[in-house]
């Protein structure tokens, strides 16, 4: 969004003060409330399928939070402003208490969207209070859990971007969400190249010396040994998809996983998620409303088995969670197409930047979260955060996939060469697309991508 | 509502004048309005159940039956305010175009409430414009619509209620419809007793020559010979539904129908709907909250199979709906609580009416919808109207029970003796009680019932 | 099937002594093990859907219902051959015992066929005793039970022949059921005409002073009025039928009830259950398996639905069960093509024997079961039998219509003119098809039958 | 079962010369029909749920495996015995042909039992001409298939078992699979030690060298990096996981992955899968019937989310499947309980047998299918079959987690350390347990488990 002022606030250094921690607080606070502008209230009630939540749910719960593992644990005589928000508002965490029933959140038009930015603002001034003048004999726990509060928040800044898309989807008036979106450049596809890496026995995961925020998800750090493998200069692109569209990709179940060829038969999928076609031409649905696929942009909204398909068909594979990071950590420009661009889309690279072979891949961070080959499963050693924050990642390694880098809607602060986001492999309502790898031991994609290497 | 106009208007002699039609236009359009005044905008969006209807949807429908039938085939160069409402706002006429499914009008967020009321005023301006100028060879074609299309709106009066009711009853919150509506009084539960009818070759059905407006299901009048029967002088009450649940009503196969046991373990139904048990105690959600359940008061939200399994139980049955509207042709008084009335919950009659055996039976109007024994089907030469119109009754008569006497959520204006309502066995969102009938053989219901006997 | 003996016994005059009641018991316990002469043991385990149940469990459940109801109340010191029979073959006594779940009886690969046929024969035995040596106190009570559990046995004979179908129709290999059953003679289809009766007060059911066995449901007779009506000569033939699907009945909604509207299109109906399209040619699936649908023979296995919309179509409409008991009564020829007939498929009707107007219509008893208007309720007055048989018929009075007739798989004995049988609106799988029926009031039906008329 | 013959023949060594593969394959093949010697005909045909398959397909399947890549490619003019079995009987070869849906397997009562021993002696015969006369250009080629079809067989064998204890534990009946299977000594618990594993660089996967006969997916070698860790002296035992039922673990959601929460609150379970309790006693459905549960043998019938749950509760983990391999390549003694022992349940390890800590960790093959913590990945570098052979393992590689070392129900001469066996993390009806690891690091398990290390 063209705002004047930046919308997405650097929380790169984390603060060391209170002060530091108040001013976090309110940023990431306001930023929530501003994607929700465009909003009208009715908007903010609609649950467009169980994975989809209300966008007045996800300010509430957001809110719920900071009042669950802060306000009630840390100020003494905290009053609710509604005890019931304790049930309502609670996502997943069992051991705090029973959640209200995730796939029931769209049937709750009461507290309205108003009481829900009265329960914020209650929130947040009692917040204010609380870290202006925080018992120094909690001020580490409470600096640790409101470090914990603003990533949680950002994580459903993207949740909100990708649920109103889905929501405002559904409708057949083809609602806009925003027309003050920045609209892409238009470029020329990029060539596909491959960057070789040597492998070996490599650190994976957080330093443990590591001072800045991480969740517990990319700990330990830990030793993995990487065969020599190479990883493609970009991700694929709406153009080389369209091929496997029309090359009969959705037809052949050579290409897919079981799982995947029965899912793409029992809902009829030939295309991404809010792809429309109209002639001769793809159409997708975006949050400035239906827009022509932009060819040379990375392809999105697609499942892990499409992804997978598509990596099949041209000879290549997906590359693990470890290979991506090990790229990753080495690129060092963490720069990309977040939310903070104002897009809210991806968009295409600018052609011809890779150069030589030993550039970093281009587009590693933002644009589409890219799926890997790794099934979402703890790292040696891992252990969780005590109590119900525990339930915060752990519970959720089976039958999910690791996806890596971020995308247009993540806030740029909130990821990092460590971060690991996960879907289950049918999901295609995040802006997911992925990039291509290989063994480098002379084994070579199709024609058409060889030829377009660098 | 205990506002200071009449609610609900009285639309019994039917207009004579194109300004007669223009008036009860109005006051019906208004009447619905006033029905949302106690809204917020989040409960307009909501659908709870397949079977409910946002109430947006609803204000929005009702305009579009005005627009499809009279303002598109009788007002030359008439424009949509949106053409795309055709679309979403038909309810269920195929053969006026593909509507949008059902279960999916709760996932619209726009057009938004503000935009339905915008479409409901250029509609109404239009219908203003239309009535004050009908073209005189259409005038006859044009009364008949704008009737059929008032008695349309006021079915739409009664579901809105219906479905705000269910919409908020979701809610843990409990919220509150309104608190202005009137209080019940408190009453001594009435002594229920038997009313005898002789039977006979009768006619039912609307008489032909009748000038009156009638759904084409109640027509056309034909003969039909009932044996002698008795009829209970007042629905069942609260209480005696109490006893039935208390002496196992809901545990013993041998009372119920094969689907109806099915569905009560299914569902784990034990009560009405809306009924809830605190220690020793029930409580029914109202729209003026949650309320200590008035034992004199007839039960409601009740679905046939339960009507049916009290029956026998009490060793009568249901009346057929020739019985029903043989004894409520006789009564000759309408009069009954209504949505007029202003409680929009069923209140216990005054007791001690009834003091002998040739006064009519009390209730048979009003508070609520009596199921009857008879399956929902076409009377002897039914024929439906013509167009897409003719979808309007027809086609729903299988799978069906059917109802006799408007309930306290019906406009007073809208019923008749011979008026068909019908809902799925199943159904209990709509204010639906019972009253018991028995053969006149001597035959009789357990003790319990006959002491009360008047 | 051409069987040397006659298959099916007579037992239309009812026994009157102990003697003829063994003998009629001997005689329907024969035919229905001849009925499964064909079977390979694996045909005996199948359930092909939840409303089929596997052939031995027919076998064991009619067993049952003569241990449970006769030897068990009757015999002293009768001791079972197995105690979990009772659980497993009771299908549906709630109040006899909790039954084994009707949709898992297909998971029972014990008792063997072989343990079935000796549970067969040791109840045979024990019933022989038991009716030879009839306690003479008990003698009224125990011909009531044989009697009812001989026409209880007749049922399951129609349904083993609908099971057996539908079982061997969900098998590619297309299995034969048997080669021995008799070919259908080649006929011209007969012309269709009307049949006008004059209605008035009549008696409906089975007359009081009736000796004849019927079940309870036919049971009281009472007084309906009819208006005047006509009746079509004979039944819909697949010819008529095949024109309404080539001329778009099952693509237009205005001629369907909206449950049935939905259903086609949910299922994909096109056609009549069983039949397959082979180019230009329809074929459909027998018990002598794939035959080309003869035109002139009656439409079967067609749901109530598809029945109505064609009625619909042709500008007529379905009798009530009251005409065509009225038609039926008077009509005084029960002969038709029953299952003792042996083709086991419903057969055209000889062309040209309706010569005037006075002479009753064709083929009102047997080839296929005539759906009619009427939704299964119990008559005026009707009452249950005392104990778990009062379970027998009328707890399935819901949500069910009435077919009247017999049809190819029943035996000839077991029929009546009074005959309710009833199935869900949605049933295929019996042999089931319609006939027209019209107001007398000049009302007609498309050119095309009238044309037909006599 | 005591057999006099041994019933599993070895297939250590693999033959080298015709003669070899023939003996080979006639010795499977007779094996998987002993197996069926105590079915009765019904047993074959049922399908208790989609998971499982009715014997009689079992028996047609590998049948149809050796007349698809064997008879048809090599034997010039070869003529199936019936076409359609190559429809009916290909499991899940998308590319071969379209397979018949597997949830409709047990609609099929044809081809009889005795037409499928007709069809595998057929094929039988001719496999045996072509091993005897295979044109010496496709020798290569054959024997790959032979191993490959007789490696598939032994795997339908294992099935076999458990979908025959499967469909008889569906029958209240409780039948019992045969009495002759051999009893298991009763043995007193073993206590449970810890053996550490210092890690490193390890080689994973079956050497690039190797002659010997391995799936797809155990290929190729690669290198992982493991760090220290602690195995688990032998499986978790029924006592063990007694005492976490009764310490309320299915109660507590904090041990349970979320999936694995909701689904046994979806499903209630409490126990592991064919586990009854009859007052303080557990006793569990096996083949030989219901049994009181052995508290020393080890737990079977659990799936991951219970291992992984149990695992939580006391303190430890599930091994990855590196981890279990490299401890099992180790062991150098693949002896264990398999099918060939003749129980066809797991059974107590004899105490006391670890005495030191070098010492291997016992019951690593055999007895219990042991789930991991891995997801079912391909190993880097992973390549398919090329053709239809090339959908055996890869496509099912999502979704699923890896068990490792075989069971009481698979044949010995069937695993190897190396062997990846795969069930989705739900699954249950797999002779399923599993073993504790733990980190090396000093992290310890509750006590209940330190106090019984060695």
Known sequence: ????????????????????????????????????????????????????????????????????????????????????????FNSYYETHSSPFPRPRRGLLSRPTVADVYRYRHYVDEAMELLLCNAPSEHSRAIAERVCLGIHHEQQHQELLAMDIKHILAQNPLRPIYSKRLKVPPTRRPAPMGWRTYEGGLLTIGLEPDSEAFAFDNERPAHRQYLEPFELATRPVTNQEYIRFMEQGGYQDPALWLSDGWHLIREKGWTAPLYWVRDGERWYHFTLTGLLPVDTAAPVCHVSFYEADAFARWAGGRLPTEAEWEHAAVNTRDLNGNFADSGYLQPV???????????????????????????????????????????????????????????CCATPASHVRPTYRNFFPPSARWAFSGFRLAREATGEHCRDSFSQSAV
Chains 1, 2, 3, 4 share one sequence.
């Not at 984390?14 to 009715?42: H, K, M, N, Y």
């Not at 499963?377 to 752990?394: A, D, I, K, Q, V």
């Open 348 to 406: 295409a690279t600018e052609a011809g930047t890779v150069r030589n072979p030993q550039d970093p891949p281009l587009q590693m961070f933002g644009d589409v979260w890219e799926w890997t080959g790794s099934a979402y499963r703890p790292y040696p050693g891992f252990r969780t955060l005590s109590g119900s924050l525990g339930e915060y990642n752990g519970k959720f390694m089976s039958g999910q996939m690791v996806l890596r880098g971020g």
């Open 1 to 88: 969004m063209s705002h004047a002022e930046p919308l997405y606030p650097a929380l790169a250094d984390e603060p060391t003060s209170p002060e530091g921690w108040l001013e976090a607080f309110r940023d990431v606070r306001a930023v929530t409330e501003q994607l929700c502008i465009p909003l009208e209230t009715e908007d903010y009630v609609i649950q467009s399928m169980d994975d989809v939540s209300p966008p007045k749910w996800h300010l509430a719960h957001v809110t719920w939070f900071f009042e669950a593992f802060l306000l009630k644990p840390f100020v003494k005589g905290y009053v609710s402003q509604n005890d019931s928000y304790d049930y309502l």
